[in-house]
């Protein structure tokens, strides 16, 4: 199973992982395959404890499975070293988490532009572009303690877009926000993936598994249905 970088962005075969917890090993994933295609938007739900975060981390190449194979853009991530897998992770993926993660002592700006200095690249208008595109222009000299809950998730976003990834991973992005807080993050996961961007959520929020294109349900560390 090899797909083709054109059909395919992730593609996972029978991905384990097996936590060591005191005495007993923990199966957080059991046996997992799946595909994400170019310009999907899919959904990972399912109870707590499932192993939605688990999946996430491995498909972002922050964690190393116990056992099977996955793609990254036609490439097989278990044949890259830990410099490759850096490289991947940093040019290819853009991440947004539950709890923003934002640099307190930096601006909006550069929060946004911070992939950029560690990946030794120049902004070329595209921070001021991002911003425009969240809608936070206004906003780019202020820090975080300044921001609403739902602008620090929108200048998260913006950071998980400016190197450009090929795929934008999601844990939980509405899990700190309200209801109507939260409608407006959805509103621009499904832009971006109208525009063109593969997205992978992990979520509780029934509004935004909804907004997705298909569904993957995890129970006990296995795909059902």
Excluded at 158 to 167: D, G, K, S, Y
Aim: hydrophobic share 45%; charged share 25%; proline share 4%.
């Amino acid at each position: 199973m090899n797909p083709s970088p054109d059909q395919a962005v992730v593609a996972a075969e029978a991905l384990t992982k097996v936590y060591r917890r005191a005495a007993e090993d923990v199966r957080a994933l059991d046996g997992v395959s799946l595909t994400v295609r170019r310009g999907e938007f899919v959904a990972i739900v399912g109870p707590s404890g499932a192993g939605k975060t688990t999946l996430l981390n491995l498909l972002g190449c922050m964690d190393a499975p116990s056992s099977g194979r996955l793609w990254l853009e036609g490439r097989e991530v278990q044949q890259l070293n830990e410099r490759g897998r850096t490289h991947l992770r940093r040019e290819r993926l853009g991440f947004v988490f539950q709890h923003f993660g934002l640099v307190p002592t930096l601006t909006v700006a550069e929060n946004v532009a911070l992939p950029l200095v560690f990946a030794r690249r120049t902004a070329d208008g595209r921070v001021s572009r991002l911003l425009e595109k969240v809608g936070l222009s206004s906003r780019r000299n202020h820090r975080p303690h300044e921001l609403s809950g739902g602008e620090m998730q929108r200048v998260a976003i913006a950071r998980a877009l400016v190197n450009e990834p090929a795929l934008l991973l999601a844990d939980e992005p509405t899990g700190n926000l309200d209801s109507v807080t939260g409608e407006a993050v959805i509103a621009l996961l499904r832009q971006l993936n109208a525009e063109g961007l593969t997205v992978v959520v992990v979520t509780h929020n029934p509004a935004l598994a909804g907004a997705a294109g298909r569904q993957l349900r995890l129970a006990d560390g296995r795909l059902a249905g």
